[in-house]
């Protein structure tokens, strides 16, 4: 078990190893039990950190509030909404989807 142990630099939990024990002996051993002689040996697992994918970022500009929850409006042309969306391709190019939401009937202008 520690020849094994070493062998996959230290990685493997009781789990991993009940499964590669069990490939390797004839003998099926239950998880409980390799589970107590790692615990005697003083095998532990190695925890890998996982990786952020996405990284937080503080915007650099917020608008002010001019609708204060008004998304009616009398007239065509007289509030628009919108959002801008990121979008990440290849190694390091960027493209930015706008879509433009007139509210006063729904229609939508997307802009690329």
């Not at 990284?55 to 009398?74: D, G, I």
Request: with cysteine.
């Amino acid at each position: 078990m520690k020849v094994l142990h070493e062998k996959v630099d230290r990685t493997f939990g009781c789990r991993q190893m009940t499964l590669h024990m069990n490939s390797a002996f004839e003998e099926t051993l239950n998880d409980k039990r390799i589970y107590r002689l790692m615990n005697l040996a003083h095998l532990r697992s190695v925890i890998r950190l996982k990786k952020k994918p996405y990284k937080r970022s503080t915007p650099q500009h917020v608008a002010e509030n001019r609708l204060n929850c008004e998304f009616t409006a009398v007239q065509p042309n007289e509030k628009w909404v919108t959002d801008v969306t990121e979008l990440k391709y290849g190694p390091s190019k960027k493209a930015y989807l706008s879509a433009i939401r007139d509210l006063y009937d729904g229609s939508l202008s997307v802009m690329c």
